[in-house]
T-cell receptor, first 116, second 112 residues
C-alpha cells in the first residue's frame, strides 16, 4: 500500500516549456486535489476532482490544467511554464463525504518545480 | 469563504516541556472539520490530529491535544513532553465542502 505517490520529485523547466505532474493513489479515494506551497505560505488549492472524469477549479487555477481519466490518477499540466509557477506541488486524496467519511486528506511527498 | 490564521510564525520550546500553537478560523459552513498537519524538513504533510466541529469533546492523540473553542472559532494545538522529532512546520487547516484551507504555518523549534 503506497498511499499517494507523485512523479517526478524534482523538475527544472525553462519559461514556456510544458510538463505534466502525475499523482497516483491506491486507497480507492473518490476525491483528489492539487496544491501549491510557496515560501511563508500554507498550501493553496489549484484544482480538485470529486470523481473520475470530473474536475473543478480551486483558489489558484490560472496557468494549470488537470485531468482525471482514471479514478486512481490525477494529472496536473502546465502548458507554458512561467517563473511564478516555481513552487512545491502537493497532491492529496480523500474519501467521499457522501460515504460518511471524516474527509481526511492524505498527501503525497511533493514535487519541487523550478521555472527559469 | 473559509479563512485560517496562525498568528505565530515561529515558536520554540525546551525538550520535554509543553507548547501551544494558536489557530483561529472563520467559516460560514455549519458542518466542517479542523486539522493540524505537521511538515518536517522532508516536506511530507503528516496528519497530527483531527476535530469534527459537531463534537464538543477535544480531540487527543497521545502527546497531542487540541483546545477547540467553537464560539470563538479557535483551534489551538498543545504538544506535551516535546521531543526533538516534533520540530517541524505546523499547519492548521479547516475543511468545509471538500475544500481544505490552510493557515500560514508555525515553525516549531525544539531546544535540547
Amino acid at each position: 500500500n503506497a498511499g499517494v505517490t507523485q512523479t517526478p520529485k524534482f523538475r527544472v523547466l525553462k519559461t514556456g516549456q510544458s510538463m505534466t505532474l502525475l499523482c497516483a493513489q491506491d486507497m480507492n479515494h473518490e476525491y483528489m486535489y492539487w496544491y501549491r506551497q510557496d515560501p511563508g505560505m500554507g498550501l493553496r488549492l489549484i484544482h480538485y476532482s470529486v470523481g473520475e472524469g470530473t474536475t473543478a477549479k480551486g483558489e489558484v487555477p490560472d496557468g494549470y490544467n488537470v485531468s482525471r481519466l482514471k479514478k486512481q490518477n490525477f494529472l496536473l499540466g502546465l502548458e507554458s511554464a512561467a517563473p511564478s509557477q516555481t513552487s512545491v506541488y502537493f497532491c492529496a486524496s480523500s474519501y467521499s463525504r457522501l460515504a460518511g467519511s471524516t474527509d481526511t486528506q492524505y498527501f503525497g511527498p511533493g514535487t519541487r518545480l523550478t521555472v527559469l | 469563504a473559509q479563512t485560517v490564521t496562525q498568528s505565530q510564525p515561529e515558536m520554540s520550546v525546551q525538550e520535554a516541556e509543553t507548547v501551544t500553537l494558536s489557530c483561529t478560523y472563520d467559516t460560514s459552513e455549519s458542518d466542517y472539520y479542523l486539522f493540524w498537519y505537521k511538515q518536517p524538513p522532508s516536506r511530507q504533510m503528516i496528519l497530527v490530529i483531527r476535530q469534527e466541529a459537531y463534537k464538543q469533546q477535544n480531540a487527543t492523540e497521545n502527546r497531542f491535544s487540541v483546545n477547540f473553542q467553537k464560539a470563538a472559532k479557535s483551534f489551538s494545538l498543545k504538544i506535551s513532553d516535546s521531543q526533538l522529532g516534533d520540530a517541524a512546520m505546523y499547519f492548521c487547516a479547516s475543511q468545509g465542502a471538500q475544500k481544505l484551507v490552510f493557515g500560514q504555518g508555525t515553525r516549531l523549534t525544539i531546544n535540547p
